[in-house]
Nanobody, 117 residues
Framework: QVQLVESGGGLVQPGGSLRLSCAAS????????MSWYRQAPGKQRELVAT???????NYADSVKGRFTISTDNAKNTVYLQMNSLKPEDTAVYYC???????????WGQGTQVTVSS
């Protein structure tokens, strides 16, 4: 069973930055796709950013140029660096990984990000 532990959320003013972390209980090479999603109140969960085991990244248009997804293989951790935050970035952020062996998805518990003055 894969466990994902997220951290780094909180309250930040518009224009500020946060870095989310997602630590996996297994070697990160177990996964071929690692992603961050978010869900705002009353809205559907949406894909924010994805990184593949080959290092390819993809971002939602709404966060391009502001967010960066990365991995630390030694720490089995996926990061989401969020800069120039806007109130509309307020949401619960979820880490998601997909097993390269079973294609099964695993989710973290979510971390709240609130952007407000």
């Amino acid at each position: 069973q894969v466990q994902l532990v997220e951290s780094g959320g909180g309250l930040v003013q518009p224009g500020g930055s946060l870095r989310l972390s997602c630590a996996a209980s297994l070697n990160i090479f177990t996964f071929n796709v690692m992603s961050w999603y978010r869900q705002a109140p009353g809205k559907q969960r949406e894909l924010v950013a994805t990184v593949t085991s080959g290092g390819d990244t993809n971002y939602a248009d709404s966060v391009k140029g502001r967010f960066t997804i990365s991995t630390d293989n030694a720490k089995n951790t996926v990061y989401l660096q969020m800069n120039s935050l806007k109130p509309e970035d307020t949401a619960v952020y979820y880490c998601n990984v997909r097993s390269r062996y079973t294609a099964r998805d695993y989710w973290g518990q979510g971390t709240q990000v609130t952007v407000s003055s």
